[in-house]
């Protein structure tokens, strides 16, 4: 068996994610040769024949591109590993900014930069906007999370490279939260820099924007259980992945409102910062993007980078 790991648009923390998985390693390289890593190993192209390739990050320019493609062709099955690739993830964001807005940011802006304010030539060159990878290659798998869950993997990454049947549950974050919901009387909107949140009570019952209920399970609630609310980094949970009508903005709304009874039009008037609140990890995912209710498309008009 062997396998491999592309880089593309990313962090590289999904595939330190997989060397978190610490002696169960051992059993992986056991079963399988890893024949190509960037981060674990210096070889500079993908062989041919490879059994299982997981792809990290987005796709940003024509060289991720152009490796996301190669890595298709030379794999038998290939996974989209982590939420960058599976939905665009914080790369997404930059659709909000112009090329030329990022470029003098990262060149010219920033105190680290050589202050002569040539940006250079010889970068890949941009695509029109950020894709996940599912977007442009067929995918057979979906492992979502920034990074996923080492008892995640575990779960996941061996059995599949044994060929074994994989069993996970596909609920929301809240189905892992241990946080209990109670009668919620003069609700208003908070936001996360205000005050201490109580330990034991629902985050999103306390006010603040905790988007438990429309993300994917996998993390073990680990942020809720830590007093931080849930900010959808494993992607979408899987009703509003499946419905059309459904979307993380109009589901959370929603929420809010079956929870309190405050009418839809008075809640949406209280959220803020729709594209990094709603979309911080998705925004790049023509599947989201596409939904006739998704506010993405106008979350980008309105900085007018179209």
Not at 218 to 234: D, E, L, T, Y
Not at 254 to 264: G, K, S, V, Y
Not at 283 to 306: A, F, L, T, Y
């Amino acid at each position: 068996m062997k396998i491999a790991i592309e880089e593309l648009a990313g962090c590289s923390g999904c595939t330190i994610a997989v060397l978190d998985l610490h002696e169960a390693i051992l059993d992986l390289v056991e079963a399988a040769d890893i024949v190509y890593s960037p981060v674990i190993m210096d070889v500079k192209e993908p062989p041919e024949g490879i059994d299982i390739a997981f792809v990290t990050g987005a796709v940003r320019n024509e060289e991720n591109q152009e490796r996301l493609k190669k890595i298709r062709k030379n794999s038998k099955v290939l996974v989209a590993l982590g939420t960058c690739a599976c939905y665009g993830g914080i790369s997404g964001l930059s659709m909000m900014s112009s090329r030329e807005e990022l470029f003098n940011k990262v060149y010219c802006d920033l105190d680290t930069v050589n202050k002569n304010g040539i940006i250079p030539h010889d970068v890949p060159e941009f695509l029109y906007r950020v894709f996940a990878v599912g977007d442009l290659v067929k995918i057979d798998y979906y492992i979502p999370g920034c990074p996923p869950k080492e008892a995640r993997l575990k779960e996941i990454i061996l059995p599949m490279v044994k060929g074994e049947k994989i069993n996970l549950s596909r609920k929301s974050v809240c189905s892992e939260c241990d946080r209990k919901m109670v009668e919620v009387k003069d609700w208003s909107l908070k936001r996360r820099h205000v005050g201490i949140p109580d330990r034991e009570t629902c985050l999103l019952s306390q006010g603040y924007l905790c988007l438990g209920p429309v993300t994917f399970c996998g993390c073990n609630a680990s942020c809720p259980k830590n007093n931080v609310p849930c900010h959808g980094c494993n992607g979408p949970s899987l009703d509003i992945l499946r419905e059309p009508c459904r979307d993380i903005y109009n589901m959370m709304v929603r929420r809010i409102a079956d929870l309190t009874d405050i009418p839809q039009k008075e809640i949406e008037k209280e959220l803020y910062d729709v594209g990094h609140t709603m979309y911080a990890f998705t925004m790049g995912s023509e599947v989201m993007e596409d939904k006739q209710i998704s506010k993405i498309r106008e979350v980008i008009s309105q900085e007018g980078n179209r």
